[in-house]
T-cell receptor, first 118, second 114 residues
Framework: EPEVTQTPSHQVTQMGQEVILRCVPI?????FYWYRQILGQKVEFLVS????????KSEIFDDQFSVERPDGSNFTLKIRSTKLEDSAMYFC????????????????FGEGSRLTVL | GDSVTQMEGPVTLSEEAFLTINCTYT??????LFWYVQYPGEGLQLLLK?????DKGSNKGFEATYRKETTSFHLEKGSVQVSDSAVYFC?????????????FGKGTKLSVKP
């Protein structure tokens, strides 16, 4: 069964360091997403990506965050200068979106990458 | 803005007990409603969904009915199993039919004891 894979599963970093979280969405999917969940809080939408550009982003997704699809298979989330409050579980997701509609198909999530900022 | 509120956990039940996890929402327009489940060590998986009022979503013995009058989408299962132990997330999408940009509740952890 196709799945979304994320690496690393857990990363510990020092405040101010750059972090890159990697995701491999399902191969024929067209829409990609990052969500995060701070411990004990809600899962929150960060950003959506389609056709090699950001289609929507939340207030959380400030200038410290960026996303990229560098090679047609990976989808990365970069945090330029991590803060303590960036500690969270980050989930990547993808949806088929065939026909140009994100509404088609099921949203598939990865297992998450836990980021701990010290 | 739109929001989802679900009952606080954790919920601990014995096998074969009846399960209800409450979920209420606040939204303008006509949201689609979802329940996602996260088993230990895995990602979130869609459990069931409903896209309009009075729709009932069902899967794996779980059911939830989209109640517009009470703005609720409570999850129920008549007889839980140990394998149902997981975290359950209620979510809504404020775009008709779209599942991409979701608003989640905090999640409810369910533990089922043999």
């Amino acid at each position: 069964e196709p799945e979304v894979t994320q690496t690393p599963s857990h990363q510990v970093t020092q405040m101010g360091q750059e972090v890159i979280l990697r995701c491999v969405p399902i191969s024929n999917h067209l829409y990609f997403y990052w969500y995060r969940q701070i411990l004990g809080q809600k899962v929150e939408f960060l950003v959506s990506f389609y056709n090699n550009e950001i289609s929507e982003k939340s207030e959380i997704f400030d200038d410290q965050f960026s996303v990229e699809r560098p090679d047609g298979s990976n989808f990365t989330l970069k945090i330029r200068s991590t803060k303590l409050e960036d500690s969270a579980m980050y989930f990547c997701a993808s949806i088929s979106g065939q026909g140009g509609l994100a509404g088609t198909g099921e949203l598939f999530f990865g297992e998450g990458s836990r980021l701990t900022v010290l | 803005g739109d929001s989802v509120t679900q009952m606080e956990g954790p919920v601990t039940l014995s096998e074969e007990a009846f399960l209800t996890i409450n979920c209420t929402y606040t939204a303008t327009g006509y949201p689609s409603l979802f329940w996602y489940v996260q088993y230990p060590g895995e990602g979130l998986q869609l459990l069931l969904k409903a896209t309009k009022a009075d729709d009932k979503g069902s899967n794996k013995g779980f059911e939830a009915t989209y109640r517009k009058e009470t703005t609720s989408f409570h999850l129920e299962k008549g007889s839980v199993q140990v394998s149902d132990s997981a975290v359950y997330f209620c979510a809504l999408s404020d775009r008709r039919g779209s599942q991409g940009n979701l608003i989640f509740g905090k999640g409810t952890k369910l533990s089922v004891k043999p």
